[in-house]
């Protein structure tokens, strides 16, 4: 389970990033994260991943206090989170199967485990065939497929996506929205920020509006309202 606890994130000196947060998100959910530009969603992201100093309140990740965390637990906790932008950020001297290995190698996984993990996430997002490609041979929807695989290698509990379709066409959003549906639906967390009303809409999921960096909306099965 996530929970904030009265979450609040100041950046220097005085800008508000969120502000007194409370939620709870139970293991298994697909929770949408909606509100206008600078309400506080990509800081909520960055709390959970540590990556930003929480200013106050408690956050918990399963049994990881990430406000007391020590810094050399981070990396135990990113690996836990698997994240996903809206620019793909895959690194283009390599290919689509080299992205994805590299995720694994910076953490010291054999190359026997790598032959292994890689092509098994690959298949996940329907990618096979296409490892031996550079990012810039192949469409953005697949871009960004490659880059949920490469979320995917160290079997995360939570997936966060900020915008990760914001670059994509109507179909491909469609593709990718099926896809964190899949994942989701094999047990993983997801966390979905977007400012689509369409994708909001059609998933009939959980739905937590953020305005001014507060939670001023929370529903069951919700619908895109800002
Ligand atoms: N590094 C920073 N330093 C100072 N203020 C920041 C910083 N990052 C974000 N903020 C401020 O925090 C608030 C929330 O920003 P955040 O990036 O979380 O918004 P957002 O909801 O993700 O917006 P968008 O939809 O445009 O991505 C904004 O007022 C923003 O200006
Ligand atoms: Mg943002």
Known sequence: MIEFKNVSKIYPPDFVGVKNI???IQDGEF???I????SGKTTLVKLLMAEEPISHGELKIG????????????PSLR???GAVFQDYKLLPRKTIFENV???LEVCGINNKRIGEIVPQVLRVVGLEGKEGRYPLQISGGEQQRAAIARALVHSPKLLVADEPTGN???LNTQE???LLKKINSLGTTVLLVTHNREVVNALKKRVVTLDMGMVVGDAEHGRYKI
């Open 101 to 103: 290995a590299y995720a």
């Open 176 to 178: 990718i929205i099926e």
């Open 31 to 33: 929770v949408s994260v």
């Open 63 to 74: 049994d990881v206090e990430v406000t007391k965390i020590k810094r050399n637990e981070i």
């Open 79 to 81: 690996r836990q989170i």
């Open 35 to 38: 509100g206008k530009s600078g």
């Open 22 to 24: 409370s939620l709870r």
């Open 168 to 170: 994509l066409d109507a």
